[in-house]
Nanobody
Framework: QVQLVESGGGLVQAGGSLRLSCAVSGSIFSFGAMGWYRQAPGKQRELVGTITSGGDTNYSDSVKGRFAISRSNAANTMYLQMNSLEPEDTAVYYC???????????WGQGTQVTVSS
């Protein structure tokens, strides 16, 4: 069964950093594009950024220059490095991944990030 499991969330002060992980069951080579999304209380889920199987990345304007997405084939894991965090970054962060064989989009369960001012 395909699973995505996020970890690394927590409470951090403004200006601090966190690194989120999204571990995939099985091989990461089974997935094409992968992404990070976030949902703040009372708001819709929004895109943070994406990474292709080739490592090309794309980011929303709100995080560009502060966040970086990477993926490790050896660890079957995608990462979200978040620097210069702001209170506005407080949200539940979700990862997703597109399975290239069964053509399904999978989501993780989410991890809470709270940035205090």
């Amino acid at each position: 069964q395909v699973q995505l499991v996020e970890s690394g969330g927590g409470l951090v002060q403004a200006g601090g950093s966190l690194r989120l992980s999204c571990a995939v069951s099985g091989s990461i080579f089974s997935f094409g594009a992968m992404g990070w999304y976030r949902q703040a209380p009372g708001k819709q889920r929004e895109l943070v950024g994406t990474i292709t199987s080739g490592g090309d990345t794309n980011y929303s304007d709100s995080v560009k220059g502060r966040f970086a997405i990477s993926r490790s084939n050896a660890a079957n894991t995608m990462y979200l490095q978040m620097n210069s965090l702001e209170p506005e970054d407080t949200a539940v962060y979700y990862c997703n991944a597109y399975h290239t064989k069964n053509l399904r989009l999978y989501w993780g369960q989410g991890t809470q990030v709270t940035v205090s001012s």
